[in-house]
């Protein structure tokens, strides 16, 4: 038994763009209950995940 595959098309970028940021967080390391509490409350007052994230844990040199 063998198995193939064919690629039709192209992924959507947006959603490629967001697997690629997920995939990051599924290794024990980035387990941090903190931040998901964190991140929890500030998606629960509206906003996309990608903003939320960056208000909870921003990158080096960005403000909160």
Known sequence: MGCDFQRVGTPN????A??????GYRHPW???PEAAARLVDVL???GGLLA???RVEPRPGQAR
């Open 13 to 16: 970028a947006v959603l490629m």
């Open 18 to 23: 967001n697997v690629l940021w997920l995939v």
């Open 30 to 32: 980035a387990h941090r």
């Open 44 to 46: 629960a007052h509206g």
């Open 52 to 54: 939320g994230a960056r």
